[in-house]
């Protein structure tokens, strides 16, 4: 194979075997390590869209409930006196509260708004990041036909990375604008409000019927789940390494006792039988290559010893002989 020549010649086997086994560990933990990161990655998106997707239907139902089966119930009322807490945008406001603050320590952090681009409640005053989902939402409404119009992505916000999943605001029934489209026909019960300056001046009017004047906005920290992810990330790329480190480590010990010391003997003996030292010995280990190695060398070093002998007779014997 190609790859082991890269090995420099001059490095001894247990070098050799470390530098393939490194190359391989490193090679293989940078490749599955982007791998894997990507999929944690992936799942924590899935997990914060999933999560946001349930709260941010939630709400809807508790907005649909409001509009379809309180609203008609307070349709006369509405022209004396509006009970704010019918209002839709209203009761899914007071009901995220609700949820936030007796589930602080689960959703204490997460964030819903009625996003508009001239809304009623100066608090659902759009930002401009918002502004830009409102027009993003809108193009999209053009294009999305059927389907779900939804956008999510992450923001930074006051340096927290935060996941966001809004959905369009649009006015479908022409009985909302009873009070969303001018103050002066709007019911006197609303306009008292404006007159104690609850609501911003002749804000929240003028809204058109099937266009996307806002939306319906759902923030979920995505910090504490990518703090698990990078987390679980770690203690994975950390269990690897020590499976390859201790890989490493006994093969290395392994080829060592059982290759290396071996072959040295052997290389010792075989030096030491070329100078002459037919009395050295040594230990047979094992069954293997190397034992079969050592005991072809043993028989050969046998038969040199019995050739030397024959020679030293040949040669006395000629000595012996009167000539
Ligand atoms: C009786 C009057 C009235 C009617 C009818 C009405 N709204 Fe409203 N709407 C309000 C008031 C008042 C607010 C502000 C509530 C608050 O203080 O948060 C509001 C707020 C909203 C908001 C939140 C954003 C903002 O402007 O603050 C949306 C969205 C909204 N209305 C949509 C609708 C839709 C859709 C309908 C029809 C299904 C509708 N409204 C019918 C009075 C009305």
Known sequence: MKIFALIPKNFNLSKKLTTLML?????????????????????????????????????????????????????????????LESIPSYAVRGVFDILINSYKDIYGKYHYKDAMINPTNPKDKATDEEIKIIKKLSQQDKLAGQNQNIDQGFLVINGEKIFYTARPLKITQSNCLNCHISLNNSPKSLQIYYEQNKYGANQGFGWELNKIIGTKIIYVPADQIYKITNQNFLIILGIFTGIFAMTIFLATLWLKQYVVQPL????????????????VQFNKHS??????????????????????????KQRDRSHDEPS
């Open 23 to 83: 190359t391989i560990f490193l090679g293989g933990i940078i490749v599955s390590s982007v791998i894997y990161y990507n999929i944690l990655l992936g799942n924590a998106r899935n997990e914060l869209s999933t999560q946001s997707n349930v709260l941010i239907s939630t709400m809807d139902s508790v907005r649909k409930y409001n509009q379809d089966k309180v609203n008609p119930l307070l349709e006369k009322q509405s022209e004396e006196k509006i009970l």
């Open 287 to 312: 069954n293997d290559e190397i034992g079969r190695l050592a005991d072809a060398f043993m028989r050969m070093k046998t038969s040199l010893e019995i050739t030397l002998k024959k020679l030293v």
């Open 264 to 279: 040295n003997r052997i290389t010792e003996v075989a030096e030491a039988v070329s100078l002459g030292d037919m009395d």
